[in-house]
C-alpha cells in the first residue's frame, strides 16, 4: 500500500526547462547531488504521521474511510468514465478493461507502435507497455487520439 500517497505525505514533482542539452546535462548533475542524501537519509515525519494514524484506532477508521470514500471511489469513476468517452469516440474495440483493472495505473491495450504515435506525434508520454497513471485523467477535458 502506498502510504505516502494515501496519508498525502508525498512532494511535488519537478519539471525543469533548460536552454540545450549541455545545460541539462549541468542542471541533472547538480540535482542527482542533491537528491542522494535525500533518498539515503529520508525524514521521519512521514513515519510519525503513518504510525500515529494507525496506531489510534479511531484515527484509523477515520482514515480508511476518507480512503475508501475519496480515493478509490475517486478512482473507480473516473476509470468509469474514462471508458465512458472512450468507447463514444471508439467504439469498435472492448475497453472493459479499464473498468475491470484497478488501481491508479492502467494498462491502455495500445501497442509499441501506437504508443510511439501518441509520443511523436502527440507529445504523449506513456511507458512503452502502454501504462497510464490513470487516477487524475478524467479530471480535466481531454482529447484521445487513436
Given at each position: 500500500?502506498?502510504f505516502s500517497?494515501f496519508?498525502?505525505?508525498?512532494?511535488s514533482?519537478?519539471?525543469?526547462v533548460?536552454?540545450?542539452?549541455?545545460?541539462?546535462?549541468?542542471?541533472?548533475?547538480?540535482?542527482?547531488q542533491l537528491a542522494?542524501?535525500?533518498y539515503s537519509?529520508?525524514?521521519?515525519?512521514?513515519?510519525?504521521?503513518v504510525?500515529?494514524?494507525?496506531?489510534?484506532?479511531?484515527?484509523?477508521?477515520l482514515?480508511?474511510k476518507?480512503?475508501?470514500?475519496?480515493m478509490?471511489?475517486?478512482?473507480?469513476g473516473?476509470r468509469?468514465?474514462?471508458r465512458?468517452n472512450i468507447e463514444?469516440?471508439?467504439?469498435?474495440l472492448?475497453?472493459?478493461?479499464?473498468?475491470?483493472?484497478?488501481?491508479?495505473f492502467?494498462?491502455s491495450?495500445?501497442t509499441t507502435?501506437?504508443?510511439?504515435?501518441l509520443?511523436?506525434?502527440?507529445?504523449?508520454?506513456?511507458?512503452v507497455?502502454?501504462?497510464?497513471?490513470?487516477?487524475?485523467?478524467?479530471?480535466w477535458?481531454?482529447l484521445l487520439?487513436?
Amino acid at each position: 500500500m502506498a502510504f505516502s500517497l494515501f496519508l498525502s505525505i508525498c512532494r511535488s514533482r519537478l519539471l525543469l526547462v533548460c536552454e540545450d542539452e549541455k545545460q541539462a546535462v549541468v542542471v541533472k548533475s547538480q540535482l542527482q547531488q542533491l537528491a542522494r542524501p535525500m533518498y539515503s537519509n529520508p525524514p521521519v515525519h512521514g513515519a510519525f504521521i503513518v504510525s500515529t494514524i494507525l496506531g489510534d484506532p479511531d484515527l484509523k477508521k477515520l482514515w480508511l474511510k476518507h480512503v475508501e470514500e475519496g480515493m478509490a471511489d475517486r478512482i473507480i469513476g473516473m476509470r468509469t468514465s474514462l471508458r465512458e468517452n472512450i468507447e463514444k469516440l471508439v467504439s469498435l474495440l472492448s475497453w472493459e478493461h479499464i473498468t475491470n483493472q484497478i488501481g491508479m495505473f492502467c494498462y491502455s491495450g495500445m501497442t509499441t507502435e501506437q504508443v510511439d504515435i501518441l509520443t511523436k506525434e502527440f507529445h504523449i508520454y506513456i511507458v512503452v507497455a502502454g501504462h497510464a497513471y490513470c487516477s487524475n485523467c478524467c479530471s480535466w477535458p481531454c482529447l484521445l487520439f487513436f
